[in-house]
């Protein structure tokens, strides 16, 4: 089993509707949890991070996190034809210092 | 965030010869990574480098391979020894800042090896 977990997709929506990941991590010290975005032939772009159960939102973005059922996910609201890219979810893996360990990534394309 | 640089952006190399990336940073930072992305695929630590320690480096990949220096707290350069086409991949450093577990990439490099 992987550590972490992504459907690699790709995940399509219409302009302006709610696109929603998911990533799913096997273990349970797990404590940070990072979303970045990689537009085609781009470095990833830091867009999230949570550290708490519950849901951080930030503009668009909401990243949510149950530690108890093992997964964080990101919602996009009002998504746009920009929002086309790959989703990586990324988690440091408990006692790992600084290390984190990324899932496949998940590819969302935005329909206008 | 840090403002990251690297260098080469982009570089086509012969199988068996070496090729030094480097990566520069604008603050000082205590903890650099560096990671290969090979095509259509996510990403993969290499190994982490702290000033002043050797570089600690993930199962799979052996400093004879992949030498890193980190000479002071904004600088780091990760070598790609007797390449083979097999190690054309994009290589990013990131740097942890902030305090927490974030961290920044790098633009990368993107290597091809013939």
């Given amino acids: 089993q992987k550590e972490v977990e992504q459907n690699s997709g790709p995940l399509s929506v219409p302009e302006g509707a709610i696109a929603s990941l998911n990533c799913t991590y096997s273990d349970r010290g797990s404590q940070s949890f990072f979303w970045y975005r990689q537009y085609s032939g781009k470095s990833p772009e830091l867009i999230m991070f949570i550290y708490s159960n519950g849901d951080k939102e930030d503009g668009?973005?909401?990243?949510?996190?149950?530690?108890a059922s093992q997964y964080?996910?990101?919602?996009i609201r009002d998504s746009q034809p920009s929002d086309s890219a790959t989703y990586l979810c990324a988690v440091n893996i408990g006692g790992a210092g600084n290390m984190l360990t990324f899932g496949g990534g998940t590819r969302l394309m935005v329909k206008p | 965030s840090a403002v990251i640089s690297q260098k080469p952006s982009r570089d086509i190399c012969q199988r068996g010869t070496s090729l030094t990336i480097q990566c520069q940073?604008?603050?000082q930072v205590t903890m650099m990574f560096w990671y290969r992305q090979q095509p259509g695929q996510s990403l993969t630590l290499i190994a982490t480098a702290n000033q002043g320690s050797e570089a600690t480096y993930e199962s799979g990949f052996v400093i004879d391979k992949f030498p890193i220096s980190r000479p002071n707290l904004?600088?780091?350069?990760?070598?790609?020894?007797?390449?083979?086409?097999?190690?054309?991949?994009?290589?990013?450093?990131?740097?942890a800042t902030g305090g927490g577990y974030e961290q920044y990439f790098g633009p990368g490099t993107r290597l091809t090896v013939t």
């Fill in chain 2, 25 to 27: 940073v604008d603050s």
């Fill in chain 1, 72 to 75: 964080v996910s990101l919602l």
């Fill in chain 1, 60 to 67: 668009r973005f909401t990243a949510q996190l149950n530690k």
């Fill in chain 2, 74 to 95: 904004t600088f780091s350069t990760l070598t790609v020894s007797n390449m083979s086409p097999e190690d054309s991949s994009i290589y990013l450093c990131s740097v």
